[in-house]
């Protein structure tokens, strides 16, 4: 398994931007693909985003389409999702996570990091 740890969270006003990062540990994580994953305050955790073993594709929440960017730098073992344009709404826990080959489920998740977006 792969260890993970997020950052980056913090307090910004709406229309504003954050950067989250993923730290990895372990020497195959350019095996996982990744993803990032939101609990918002009383609700269920939702997806956000993910990218591909190489980061050639990403897909994205139709809510987050245009706004957020997910990345990676497998030679670093990071992974990032840059967030624009944030809403009220998108205050949540985002976690990273990350899925072994030939696996249908995310099996490593970070503990998470609070972004709360003001009015």
């Known amino acids: 398994q792969v260890q993970l740890v997020e950052s980056g969270g913090g307090l910004v006003q709406a229309g504003g931007s954050l950067r989250l990062s993923c730290t990895a540990s372990?020497?195959?994580?350019?095996?996982?693909?990744m993803g990032w994953f939101r609990q918002p305050p009383g609700a269920e955790r939702q997806f956000v985003a993910v990218?591909?073993?190489?980061?050639?594709?990403?897909s994205y929440a139709d809510s987050m389409k245009g706004r957020f960017t997910i990345s990676r730098d497998n030679a670093k073992k990071m992974v990032y999702l840059q967030m624009n344009s944030l809403k009220p709404e998108d205050t949540a826990v985002y976690y990273c996570?990350?899925?072994?080959?030939?696996?249908?489920?995310?099996?490593?998740w970070g503990q998470g990091t609070q972004v709360t977006v003001s009015s």
């Open positions: 996570a990350a899925r072994a080959v030939g696996e249908p489920d995310f099996g490593s």
């Open positions: 990218i591909s073993r190489s980061g050639g594709s990403a």
């Open positions: 372990g020497r195959t994580f350019s095996s996982y693909g």
